[in-house]
């Protein structure tokens, strides 16, 4: 996605959880302010709102594909994790679309409203899918392993 790379957080899986839904909330909010730019024609702040959330963004990806779906298709095989697997499939396109919005909100074009709505749509579903299915599946299936 980028030519930073970055590493799976060390911390407990629970509070990757906690983490995880936090930055959802974060990004929902850098979403919505960039969206409200956008809307008053404050392309440079619609940008820039949709640029702060790259890192994290970035962060997070690493986190679920390099801790959480490793540990869904460690328990379940890559058949009992397809469903999650398809929702994190969905991150590389969630990337390329915020680039694309920030990038026509930094040349006011005129599909910036529609590529906005697009954006925070498939956010939103995707957070939503990752928060009701994903996350509960892999807490219960870390909570099953043997640690030590």
């Given at each position: 996605?980028?030519?930073?790379?970055?590493?799976?957080?060390?911390?407990?899986f629970?509070?990757?959880?906690?983490?995880?839904?936090?930055?959802?909330?974060?990004?929902?909010?850098?979403?919505?302010?960039?969206?409200?730019?956008?809307?008053?024609n404050?392309?440079?702040?619609?940008?820039r709102?949709?640029?702060?959330?790259d890192?994290?963004?970035?962060?997070?990806?690493?986190?679920?594909e390099?801790?959480?779906?490793?540990?869904?298709v460690?328990?379940?095989?890559?058949?009992?994790?397809?469903?999650?697997?398809?929702?994190?499939?969905?991150?590389?396109?969630?990337?390329?679309l915020?680039?694309?919005?920030?990038?026509?909100?930094?040349?006011?074009?005129?599909e910036?409203?529609?590529e906005?709505?697009?954006?925070?749509?498939?956010f939103?579903?995707?957070?939503?899918?990752?928060?009701?299915?994903v996350?509960p599946?892999?807490?219960?299936?870390?909570?099953?392993?043997?640690?030590?």
């Open positions: 996605m980028s030519e930073s790379w970055y590493l799976p957080r060390k911390i407990p629970d509070d990757l959880i906690r983490v995880l839904v936090a930055e959802h909330n974060l990004m929902k909010e850098g979403l919505r302010r960039a969206k409200e730019a956008a809307e008053r404050d392309f440079e702040g619609a940008s709102a949709l640029k702060q959330l890192r994290v963004f970035r962060q997070h990806i690493a986190d679920e390099g801790q959480i779906i490793r540990l869904l460690g328990e379940l095989g890559v058949k009992g994790a397809e469903d999650e697997i398809e929702v994190f499939r969905q991150h590389r396109p969630i990337y390329r915020m680039q694309t919005v920030a990038e026509l909100a930094s040349k006011e074009e005129s910036l409203g529609t906005q709505a697009k954006l925070n749509d498939l939103h579903d995707h957070a939503t899918a990752e928060e009701e299915r996350f599946k892999a807490l219960s299936c870390y909570e099953r392993r043997p640690h030590g």
